[in-house]
Structures are given as structure tokens and as C-alpha cells.
């Protein structure tokens, strides 16, 4: 079976999973779309909209009203990747929300997951 290339795939596909994994840790919907809003400028009604309309992940990105600058300051690794080392730029804004989806999970405080 071919890999399916992640920007591609529908958003409302992939959202819920973060939102899923977020919850099973004892986070809220509402915490995911913090974050979300934090790294890309949509609002938490954008985000929702979005997640019923037929975009792709990667448009989601691609499109994001204002991506946040301080989003230079998230390191570490996801799936034994580095985020900061990861050269396609839109492969790294990905994982970007996969790391501070991550760190909600793992109970970190809001003010350091958004590292104001």
C-alpha cells in the first residue's frame, strides 16, 4: 500500500486525532484550539469551519492567516524527529502543532507551551 502524503489529507481527517489525543490526557477540545490558534492565527470558529469543509492539512497551513513568529521556539523531537531540523518548511509547521499538541498532552503549562 502506497504512503499517503500527510498534506494532502483532509484536515477533518487529522484534526479530531489531535483533538483525541489531547483529551485522553485530560486536555479540552478548547486547549488544542488554543494552541492551534497560537501557531497559525485561526480563530477557534475558523478551525472548526475548517474541520467541516473538504481542505487539505497541508492548505491548512498554507493558508494560515498569521503564523505565529515565536514558533522558531519550539524544539524537540516528534516521532524521533527534531522539529528544528526538519527542512521542508511546510513539513515543519506540521509538526510544529504535533509537538505542542505533544507537550499539552504530556500536562505542560499553557504559558510554556506557548512560549510567550
Do not use: H
Amino acid at each position: 500500500m502506497p504512503r499517503v502524503d500527510v498534506t494532502e489529507m483532509p484536515f477533518a481527517k487529522l484534526y479530531p486525532l489531535l483533538v483525541s489525543k489531547a483529551e485522553k490526557k485530560g486536555r479540552t477540545r478548547a486547549e488544542v484550539d488554543q494552541v492551534t490558534a497560537w501557531l497559525t492565527g485561526y480563530t477557534a470558529e475558523e478551525i472548526l469551519r475548517l474541520e467541516q469543509s473538504e481542505v487539505s492539512y497541508g492548505d491548512f497551513f498554507r493558508n494560515a492567516p498569521a503564523m505565529n513568529p515565536n514558533r522558531i521556539r519550539i524544539t524537540g523531537k516528534v516521532c524521533g524527529v527534531r522539529v528544528e531540523e526538519i527542512e521542508d518548511p511546510l513539513m515543519r509547521e506540521i509538526r510544529y502543532l504535533d509537538k505542542l499538541v505533544d507537550e499539552l498532552a504530556k500536562g505542560k503549562a499553557m504559558e510554556k507551551i506557548l512560549r510567550g
